[in-house]
């Protein structure tokens, strides 16, 4: 803002043929997009790594509407196998170990999980988003490996630590210019 350094320079690719991702029609009714972008060669250690997290919650909080508009995932992408697909399914056909969890668990199971009253989760604000849907949104690599449920919580499989180096962003999203505005401002934050 004061002009005393040069603004940055980036250096957008395009995808990789197998850094691709299908959008499946069952997601038309629950959250139509899915936006993706990847960060190669960082360098995060403990301090960015605590900030791009609470980049994270601040978007999901803001410009997201807590998370009805968008949902922001992010992946090691060396822990995951491309192409990635992105589809709906009945919550009983959705199995994985969410974040921060190490117990696997159907869609059906992680709802009641975090809506227990003797737990203080903070998702629980969020799974209203997907109450009464008979189809939830997932995101699968090719090993059928699930790397999120947005807008609730990504799979433990892919979570980022202070030591990735390759970050793969996703946001699935109900409002397509919102989902823009908050992939690239992460990206720009970079």
């Known amino acids: 803002f004061l002009g005393l350094d040069s603004p940055p320079t980036y250096t957008l690719s395009p995808p990789e043929p197998q850094l691709r991702i299908t959008v499946e029609p069952p997601t038309a009714g629950i959250r139509p997009y899915v936006l993706c972008a990847v960060l190669r ?3 995060l250690g403990q301090r ?19 998370r009805t508009l968008v ?5 090691d992408l060396d822990k995951l196998s491309p192409p990635f697909r992105y ?5 009983k056909d959705i199995r994985f170990v969410p974040l921060a969890q190490e117990k696997e668990f159907d869609a059906e199971e992680l709802f009641a999980f975090y809506n227990d009253p003797t737990r203080n989760s903070p998702l629980k604000k969020f799974l209203p988003i997907l109450a009464g849907a008979s189809h939830y949104p997932v995101l699968y690599d090719s090993q059928d490996r699930v790397l999120s449920l947005p807008p609730i919580i990504n799979g433990e499989h892919s979570r980022i630590s202070p030591e990735t180096r390759n970050v793969f962003i996703e946001c699935t999203c109900t409002d397509l210019t919102k989902g823009k505005q908050v992939l690239n401002t992460i990206v720009a934050m970079f």
């Open 71 to 75: 949902a922001i995932g992010t992946h």
């Open 41 to 43: 060669g960082c360098t």
């Open 48 to 66: 960015a790594y605590n900030s791009f997290l609470d980049l994270q919650d601040r978007l999901h909080h803001n410009i997201a509407r807590r």
């Open 87 to 91: 589809t709906a399914r009945p919550p």
